[in-house]
């Protein structure tokens, strides 16, 4: 029997989920494609590695279970950014400051994708790219869904050591696979609903230290202005209209400016009370963003 084209590897610990992505591969990528189920992994870094090695493919996608294709030929697509890219995803940053991709502010952030955990989708816009439907240049990705060649994910590998349970695996592979002289894109192209918004956890902060550790020599944690842009979107109606290259083209130009402004706000003397919210919108207190680059803390 001849191997197919393209392997998802999936960890998945409900069957409806499973069955539900299953059926969203078949529609959007046709044939030629096998679906890859790890069913009891101990965490995404130990799930994917198992996943890989039973993958027949040369090119993958790791991907999560609850997230949903709207785009009639996904296998096409992928192959074209392949085409150039080395490891495309979904969104990213272009500057790696820690764990979470997108700490390093919006100025320096990539992607789009739509979020409906609760009926109520929102598509969520980070940053376009270029005439290639991708932003490249990239140094982190988030894992929702990632496809490479199978050689350049065994070669990298999943640190499921230091990663041994459900944050992190995705920043490490990604930030590790930008250092080994990869390339890394975010797909703009590739219309995806994520049904799941991410639950924080006790343990997120455990992993968030564990990559800082790691990383100690490589990265400055200094964060950036954000702006965030969720917008009420019907699906499936609502998707062309959002991922048409002219609005994101015209959301990259609004959330930049917005960003400057931003910066300009924090950047003014005595911008805000030391323990109040940075006016950048960083999440950090004034002190330990623009606060402490100032010298007011």
Not at 22 to 37: K, M
Not at 47 to 64: E, N, Q
Not at 160 to 172: K, L, S
Not at 179 to 197: E, N, Y
Request: hydrophobic fraction near 40%; glycine fraction near 12%.
């Amino acid at each position: 029997m001849s191997a197919p084209r393209w392997s998802f590897v999936v960890c998945s610990i409900d069957a409806g989920k499973f069955a539900s992505l299953t059926a969203s591969v078949g529609r959007s990528a046709g044939g030629d494609h096998e679906i890859v189920g790890i069913h009891d992994a101990r965490s995404l870094a130990e799930g994917w590695t198992r996943g890989l090695a039973r993958a027949r493919a040369d090119r993958i996608v790791f991907c999560h279970d609850d997230i949903e294709f709207f785009v009639p030929d996904l296998l096409g697509r992928l192959d074209r950014h392949l085409g150039r890219h080395d490891l495309v995803g979904l969104a990213g940053t272009r500057r790696c400051v820690g764990m979470d991709w997108s700490e390093a502010g919006i100025e320096h952030a990539a992607g789009a994708i739509v979020h409906d955990a609760d009926g109520r989708p929102e598509f969520c816009f980070y940053g376009a790219g270029d005439a290639d439907h991708a932003a490249g240049g990239l140094q982190a990705m988030d894992g929702v869904l990632l496809a490479t060649h199978r050689d350049i994910a065994r070669s990298v590998g999943f640190d499921a050591d230091t990663f041994d349970g459900f944050h992190g695996y995705d920043a490490d592979f990604t930030f590790r696979s930008h250092g080994a002289g990869w390339k890394l894109a975010a797909a703009l192209d590739i219309p995806v609903v994520h049904r799941s918004r991410g639950r924080p956890d006790a343990a997120r902060m455990r992993y968030h230290l564990r990559f800082a550790g790691k990383y100690a020599d490589r990265i400055v944690n200094v964060r950036g202005p954000w702006v965030h842009v969720r917008v009420p979107i019907e699906v499936p109606g609502g998707i062309a209209a959002a991922f048409d290259p002219a609005n994101l083209a015209r959301l990259h130009r609004e959330t930049r400016a917005e960003a400057a402004r931003l910066e300009r706000e924090a950047s003014r003397p005595y911008a805000a009370p030391r323990n109040a919210p940075c006016p950048c919108g960083s999440g950090l207190k004034y002190k330990d963003c623009h606060g402490r680059a100032a010298g007011r803390t």
